[in-house]
């Protein structure tokens, strides 16, 4: 069974930095590429950054580009998110999941960002 644990969100004041974790089982890690997304109430989740399964960065939304860093480690089935100078737009539940996969979400993580 496919399953997604996140954790490491929190409440921090803007300019803040956080660091995501997503702890992943039920599959072979080191065989797919990872997505963090996130979503606001009322509002459609969006993919914050992707990972490929060898740790080379496919992409990072353009709000998040020089400020939030995506990376993996195959040993501990572990992705995680880097989150520097964060802003109260990034505020929301944060989740992962595989690339392109039907798969089903993980409880997420909140992180809210407000002074």
Same mark, same amino acid.
């Given at each position: $069974?496919?399953?997604? &644990?996140?954790?490491?969100?929190? !409440? &921090? $004041?803007? %300019? %803040?930095?956080?660091?995501?974790?997503?702890?992943?089982?039920?599959?072979?890690? !080191?065989?797919?590429?990872?997505?963090?997304?996130?979503?606001?109430? %009322?509002? #459609?989740? #969006?993919?914050?950054?992707? *990972?490929?399964?060898?740790? *080379? *960065? *496919?992409?990072? #939304? #353009?709000? &998040?580009?020089?400020?939030?860093?995506?990376?993996?480690?195959?040993?501990?089935?572990t992705v995680y998110l880097q989150m520097n100078s964060l802003k109260p737009e990034d505020t929301a539940v944060?989740?992962?999941?595989?690339?392109?996969?039907?798969?089903?979400?993980? $409880? %997420?993580? $909140?992180?809210?960002?407000?002074?």
């Open positions: $069974q496919v399953q997604f &644990v996140e954790s490491g969100g929190g !409440s &921090v $004041q803007p %300019g %803040g930095s956080l660091r995501l974790a997503c702890s992943a089982s039920g599959f072979t890690f !080191s065989a797919y590429a990872m997505t963090w997304y996130r979503q606001v109430a %009322g509002k #459609e989740r #969006e993919s914050v950054a992707t *990972i490929g399964n060898r740790g *080379i *960065i *496919i992409r990072y #939304e #353009e709000s &998040v580009k020089d400020r939030f860093t995506i990376s993996r480690d195959n040993v501990k089935n944060y989740y992962c999941k595989r690339l392109q996969y039907d798969d089903s979400w993980g $409880q %997420g993580t $909140q992180v809210t960002v407000s002074s």
